[in-house]
Nanobody, 115 residues
Framework: QVQLVESGGGLVQPGGSLRLSCAAS????????MGWYRQAPGERREWAAS???????KYADSVRDRFSISRDNAKNTGYLQMNSLKPEDTAVYYC?????????WGQGTQVTVSS
């Protein structure tokens, strides 16, 4: 089993920045990919960003050029740097981690963008 601990959410004004972290621990097989989905109130969960084994980063169109995903291999921790935040980025952000065996999910962290 793999445990994920998320941190870094909060309240920020439009145009501000936040950095989310997702730390993985436990019986990790082999890293395949990790990233974030987000879910706004009354909406479906949508994919936001992923980082793959080879370091390639992928982004949804809605966050590209504003969000940046990275990973510290030694710490098994992923980061989502979110810049130029907009009110429509308000959502619960869920980290996921794929270790070839299955996909694990974090508990979610609230991001609220409001003046």
């Amino acid at each position: 089993q793999v445990q994920l601990v998320e941190s870094g959410g909060g309240l920020v004004q439009p145009g501000g920045s936040l950095r989310l972290s997702c730390a993985a621990s436990g019986s990790i097989l082999r890293f395949v990919a990790m990233g974030w989905y987000r879910q706004a109130p009354g909406e479906r969960r949508e994919w936001a960003a992923s980082i793959l084994r080879d370091g390639q980063a992928k982004y949804a169109d809605s966050v590209r050029d504003r969000f940046s995903i990275s990973r510290d291999n030694a710490k098994n921790t992923g980061y989502l740097q979110m810049n130029s935040l907009k009110p429509e980025d308000t959502a619960v952000y869920y980290c996921y981690y794929n270790d070839e065996r299955q996909v694990y999910w974090g508990q979610g962290t609230q991001v609220t963008v409001s003046s």
